[in-house]
């Protein structure tokens, strides 16, 4: 089965300061792929990133930046010197690359991220 | 392209109403899907579809139904609505490869009373 963990439900910081956002995830597979979306007040759903599961090379993007770690099963995000902006839930989901279910993706509950000014 | 759409925005409905959530794509995506977003639960799958014609059941299906009679469209049934489903729909779609992330509409807020 496939499972994603966002232990964090909320977390508050100060504009300019760097936040990391957990994701870990379980699956039995060896190809799967790892995202991560984020959904601002306004309600729509924005991809972020995708990452396949042979390729740990982190990747940084501006700001943010992902730490992907198959030893620890885990996918992070890092957003550097935060912004209001950035105030929004982020996603972590997992994909499966191969077999009958690989449309699906499982996301985690979400993590509420809020950068007060 | 309008990408993903939905419609409509909000609705309102009494227990034993029934309705129709409309999705459509513009970008030939093989594979659509309909999710429902309830607080501290994430996105949880309701059904999806990988091609015109074809429908089959997520994790949540129970009380809902779908039909692809076009390609670019998605339609979500509640054909007697209850209050357990009042919740944000939201319809995706994907190409028919592996790696490809879903491309989200913005949403339906439904409320049932």
């Known amino acids: 089965a496939q499972k994603v963990t966002q232990a964090q439900t909320e977390i508050s910081v100060v504009e300019k300061e760097d936040v990391t956002l957990d994701c870990v995830y379980e699956?039995?597979?060896?190809?799967?792929?790892l995202f991560w979306y984020k959904q601002p007040p306004s309600g729509e759903l924005v991809f972020l990133i995708r990452?396949?599961?042979?390729?740990?090379q982190n990747e940084i993007s501006g700001r943010y930046s992902w730490n992907f770690q198959k030893s620890t099963s885990s996918f992070n995000f890092t957003i550097t010197a935060s912004q209001v902006v950035d105030s929004a839930v982020y996603f972590c989901?997992?994909?499966?690359?191969?077999?009958?279910?690989?449309?699906?993706?499982?996301f985690g509950k979400g993590t509420l991220l809020t950068v007060n000014p | 392209n309008a990408g993903v759409t939905q419609t409509p925005k909000f609705r309102v409905l009494k227990t034993g109403q029934s309705m129709t959530l409309l999705c459509a794509q513009d970008?030939?995506?093989?594979?659509m899907y309909w999710y429902r977003q309830d607080p501290g639960m994430g996105l949880r799958l309701i059904h999806y579809?990988?091609?015109?014609?074809?429908?089959a059941k997520g994790e949540v299906p129970d009380g809902y139904n779908v039909s692809r009679l076009k390609k670019q469209n998605f339609l979500l049934g509640l054909e007697s609505a209850a209050p357990s489903q009042t919740s944000v729909y939201f319809c995706?779609?994907?190409?028919?490869?592996?790696?490809?992330?879903?491309?989200f509409g913005p949403g339906t807020r439904l409320t049932v009373l």
């Open positions: 995706a779609s994907s190409w028919a490869i592996e790696n490809n992330e879903q491309f």
């Open positions: 699956t039995r597979d060896t190809t799967y792929y």
């Open positions: 990452r396949n599961s042979f390729d740990e």
């Open positions: 989901a997992l994909r499966r690359g191969s077999g009958g279910s690989n449309y699906k993706l499982t």
């Open positions: 970008m030939n995506h093989e594979y």
């Open positions: 579809s990988v091609g015109e014609g074809t429908t």
